[in-house]
């Protein structure tokens, strides 16, 4: 079975500040992962996603993440915040052959000025 | 168009109403699913379709009855809800319902149960 858990429930930064968002995986064949953010009273929307065939991947509004397999993480960053980066974010992983994405429990992201 | 649209946007209802919920998505995708979304807290699966055929029923109770009239629109029935069941219901299509694809998600019906 996979599952994924978001470290840090809350994370603050100020703008222009560095954003690191992390998240850890479990999977006992290759997975999918995929980071959506979630404006308030929005759906998601996807940002990137790991289908391997490059660990390091980018997204929009200048978010990546990095694949590490040694690490079972597949955290999300950003070098610059800005203060329309303040949303939910859902760390999600299937697996190859599965019918079903499990979602984090979220990091709430907020940014100072 | 890579929209997901969904109606109403806030829906208020009693216990013994019947009610429906709309969503609908013109992107040619084969899979459709509903989630329920309590706050602060991640989606949770409900149902998938797949080609207009329903894939995955999550031990949703019966109250809650989805519908796939056609490849571009997918509802949910609402019928004898309880307070609890009060959330943010969001609907999302994929490509196809292999999970290396991308789901699109539609913004959402606030549904208030009094």
């Known amino acids: 079975a996979q599952s994924v858990t978001q470290l840090g429930s809350h994370v603050s930064v100020s703008e222009g500040a560095l954003v690191l968002l992390r998240c850890n995986y479990s999977?006992?064949?290759?997975?999918?992962l995929f980071w959506y953010v979630q404006y308030p009273n929005q759906g998601l929307q996807l940002l990137l996603k790991y289908t391997s065939a490059a660990t390091l991947v980018k997204g929009i509004n200048g978010f990546e993440a990095e694949f590490k397999k040694s690490e079972t993480s597949f955290h999300l960053t950003k070098p610059s915040a800005h203060m329309s980066d303040a949303a939910e974010y859902f760390c999600a992983v299937s697996r190859t052959g599965g019918f079903k994405t499990i979602f984090g429990a979220g990091t709430r992201l907020f940014v100072k000025a | 168009d890579t929209e997901v649209t969904q109606t109403p946007k806030h829906l208020v209802m009693g216990m013994t109403n019947k009610k429906s919920l709309k969503c609908e998505q013109h992107?040619?995708?084969?899979?459709m699913y509903w989630y329920k979304q309590k706050a602060k807290k991640p989606p949770e699966l409900m149902f998938v379709?797949?080609?207009?055929?329903?894939?995955i029923n999550e031990s949703v109770p019966s109250r809650f009855s989805p519908e796939c009239p056609n490849s571009s629109l997918l509802n949910l029935h609402l019928h004898a809800l309880q307070p609890e069941d009060s959330a943010l219901y969001l609907c999302a299509s994929s490509q196809e319902v292999q999970v290396s694809y991308e789901q699109y998600f539609g913004p959402g019906t606030r549904l208030t149960v009094t």
């Open positions: 379709y797949s080609y207009e055929k329903l894939s």
């Open positions: 992107m040619g995708h084969r899979a």
């Open positions: 999977s006992s064949v290759p997975p999918y």
